[in-house]
């Protein structure tokens, strides 16, 4: 956290300049579900949303509502989104499938998937990654700048053929770790 504050202090940028940079960047990635845009200050209807929908947050730096079955976290002062996710219980494999296809179509193909139970979408500064370009840099040993993500992640495999009976919980999360690292405490 220090080195990345300390690279925003030596660009000349303050930090809430950099901040507001990043929002605005993964704002620009246009990742969005029903209705949410990530980075995005909330709307006026949203406000309102948020307002009869209160639940309780782990850092007074940020506010956290729910908006039927979706849960926001929100910054307390720019009022733009932070996260966006969504808790599934008690799911079969079908409902998981059905679940993982309404993120195929939201965000295209995954950039990468593991263990049958993890699903990433990936998006650099100006796109999202591609499974061809996850592979060549971990084949190259590279990391990838990765600054949103969309994560599901399920108890059950998601397209094993003898676990066609199972039930498990799951979740998808919709982020930005390098936003997330100015609220730390959250």
């Avoid at 080195?3 to 960047?25: D, K, M």
């Avoid at 990530?38 to 730096?61: I, R």
């Avoid at 009022?79 to 799911?91: A, D, M, P, S, Y």
């Amino acid at each position: 956290m220090a080195i990345f504050l300390g690279l925003f202090l030596l660009t000349g940028l303050s930090v809430a300049e950099g901040l507001e940079s990043l929002f605005l960047q993964v704002e620009n990635l246009k990742i969005e579900r029903q209705g949410y845009l990530l980075g995005a200050q909330l709307t006026v209807v949203q406000e309102e949303v948020a307002a009869k929908n209160p639940m309780d947050a782990a850092s007074k730096k940020v506010f956290k509502f729910k908006d039927r079955n979706l849960n926001i976290v929100a910054d307390r002062v720019s009022r733009r989104v932070l996260v966006i996710f969504e808790q599934f219980e008690k799911l079969s494999q079908p409902q998981v499938q059905e679940k993982v296809g309404e993120l195929f179509m939201a965000y295209e193909e995954p950039t990468i998937s593991a263990h049958d139970k993890v699903v990433y979408w990936a998006w650099g500064k100006n796109a999202k990654f591609t499974a061809a370009q996850f592979d060549m840099a971990k084949e190259k040993k590279k990391k990838l700048a990765i600054i949103a993500t969309v994560k599901f992640n399920c108890e059950i495999k998601i397209m094993d053929k003898k676990e066609t009976a199972a039930i498990g919980d799951a979740y998808y999360i919709i982020s930005s770790d390098l936003l997330l690292k100015f609220f730390h405490d959250i």
